[in-house]
């Protein structure tokens, strides 16, 4: 069994800075990409920023410059660093994990709970 628990979101002004995290703990043997979804009322799923094992990053060109995905391959952890923060952020953002959970296993999706991100004055 593999979890990813967020931490990080809440109420902030539009131009504040929020930072979630996500750690993954369970059955776990390598991890390839991480990163965040977000979801807001009435809208799609939409990818924000991904990283992979290596570093490479992947944004949303609606986040891109404001947003920094980082991870921490020791700790199975990815980090999304808001800044500049838009009302149009406002959604409850999801984690991801493409996790392997033996050495004989394929990588699957493994997502957390979500974590509401309010954007408001």
């Known amino acids: 069994q593999v979890q990813l628990l967020e931490s990080g979101g809440g109420l902030v002004q539009p131009g504040g800075s929020l930072a979630l995290s996500c750690a993954a703990s369970?059955?776990?043997?390598?991890?390839?990409?991480m990163g965040w979804y977000r979801q807001a009322p009435g809208k799609p799923r939409e990818l924000v920023a991904s990283?992979?094992?290596?570093?490479?990053?992947n944004y949303a060109g609606s986040v891109e410059g404001r947003f920094t995905v980082s991870r921490d391959n020791s700790k199975n952890t990815v980090f999304l660093q808001m800044n500049s923060l838009k009302p149009e952020d406002t959604a409850v953002y999801y984690c991801?994990?493409?996790?392997?959970?033996?050495?004989?296993?394929?990588?699957?999706?493994?997502w957390g709970q979500g974590t509401q991100v309010t954007v408001s004055s």
């Open positions: 991801y994990g493409e996790v392997r959970s033996s050495r004989y296993a394929g990588h699957f999706e493994r």
């Open positions: 990283i992979t094992t290596s570093g490479g990053t």
């Open positions: 369970g059955s776990i043997f390598s991890i390839n990409a």
